[in-house]
């Protein structure tokens, strides 16, 4: 007898947005709200925590990289997501990053103590971070998953493209520790009202209605298959520069010759790239072959890193390459839970996915470490900047050696 919660799950077919519409746009509110907007800010807290302790750049990429040392529970948060639901699991995370943000704002400012938070971020953000969106998205959409994603993930883009501007201004006048006060705002006010009202499982994910996995299961073993491995690799050298760029991208745009102010454009300029990146990639990968997509989009990057090592003091030309990495950090959003859905299903997304991104937290870490660490090592980012273009085509190569399974209409 067929499986009727497995057909509907992956039921193709028209309704999808008139279903799931409110689920796409809250997924993008808090989006915008997680963990992943203080990532994509963090780098202009840098300059104010530099003149506040007095550390090296290099120094600081080695408190950073706790975070990902925190984030390699991932599985198991994903695991928590599969069995006990998306909205208790997501609700608590809002909690507590809300939580966090607070009494960081609040703490002294010792090293040790620092690094512990740093850590304690990376464990509390996976709860808030695209395990938690795009397990939502996912779940609802087939034939429109890979725009539904794209929207979704819009929500974080914008986000990052109006806020580093006002990040700027608020921590140029008042300290970093204002920053933390905004975060707790928007992820306590804006976060988990969007959480509690809008995200929730489709009747047939809810944890009463999921049967546990079975040897028979099409994605049990999923560790096995080559599948899995390549979208790692990929995923790897995909974090590795964009965690790097990203981590120190204020630093680095000063090198460049941009002042202060023209460098937290350039987080804004590296946001509207990954809005182009997800909905275009999104847009493309339910028409076009998805390896293909997936190989042009990473390979962009590639272009914005190779002029990043060629030019100096081009303001245009360094907003307009930092742009061209974020087309890519944009599109691994909508590539990397479309192919986890569209390989092995969704009823273990979570804990895939988890795994997945406990992987990618492997070329984040060495991307933020290497990045710092070349830079005292040179005296410059040069040469990070030429082995970001080397990874991203690697990974643009990986992904276009992927074969994935068609979408096969079920008749209702």
């Known amino acids: ?63 950073q990289a706790l975070v990902g040392l925190g984030s390699l529970i991932a599985p198991l948060v994903g695991w928590a997501f599969d069995h006990y639901g998306l909205r208790p699991v997501y609700a608590l995370g809002m909690v507590a990053l809300t939580g966090l943000y607070i009494f960081i704002a609040l703490m002294p400012l010792q090293p040790i103590l620092f690094g512990v938070m740093v850590f304690v971020t990376g464990v509390i953000g996976v709860f808030t971070s695209s395990i938690a969106y795009t397990r939502a998205v996912t779940s609802w959409f087939t034939v429109h998953r890979g725009f539904a994603l794209a929207i979704s993930a819009t929500g974080l883009s914008l986000a990052a493209v109006i806020f580093p501007p006002v990040f700027e201004h608020l921590i140029s006048e008042n300290g970093w520790r204002a920053g933390y006060w905004l975060l707790a705002v928007l992820s306590g006010c804006v976060g988990l009202p969007v959480v509690l009202w809008l995200l929730r499982d489709p009747p047939w994910r809810q944890p009463s209605h999921v049967v546990p996995t079975d040897a028979s299961s099409p994605d049990h073993g999923f560790a096995r298959t080559p599948t899995f491995w390549a979208i790692g690799l990929a995923y790897i050298c995909i974090n590795m520069p964009g965690g790097g760029l990203l981590s120190q991208a204020v630093p680095m745009l000063q090198e460049e010759g941009l002042s202060f102010k023209f460098a937290a454009w350039g987080i804004s300029a590296f946001a509207s790239g990954q809005l182009v990146g997800r909905l275009g990639c999104g847009w493309m990968l339910d028409r076009r072959n998805p390896s293909r997509v997936a190989a042009l989009f990473t390979a962009i990057p590639a272009i914005g890193c190779l002029i990043l090592w060629g030019t100096h003091g081009n303001t245009a030309v360094a907003l307009f390459a930092i742009a061209a990495v974020g087309i890519q950090q944009g599109a691994e959003i909508d590539l990397i839970p479309f192919f986890v859905a569209r390989r092995f299903g969704t009823q273990r997304y979570g804990t895939i996915y988890g795994w997945l991104q406990t992987l990618a937290w492997v070329g984040t870490l060495a991307g933020i470490l290497l990045f710092g660490k070349m830079h005292d090592w040179t005296g410059s980012y040069a040469l990070f900047q030429m082995g970001g273009a080397v990874a991203y085509l690697i990974a643009a190569t990986t992904f276009g050696m992927i074969r994935l399974p068609a979408v096969t209409p079920v008749s209702r």
């Open 1 to 63: 007898m067929p499986d009727t919660r497995a057909m509907r799950e992956d039921q193709p077919g028209t309704g999808e947005w008139q279903r799931g519409w409110t689920v796409a746009v809250g997924a993008g509110l808090t989006a915008a709200t997680g963990v992943n907007l203080l990532y994509f800010v963090f780098s202009i807290f840098i300059p104010s925590l530099l003149k506040d302790t007095g550390w090296t750049l290099g120094q600081f990429s080695q408190l």
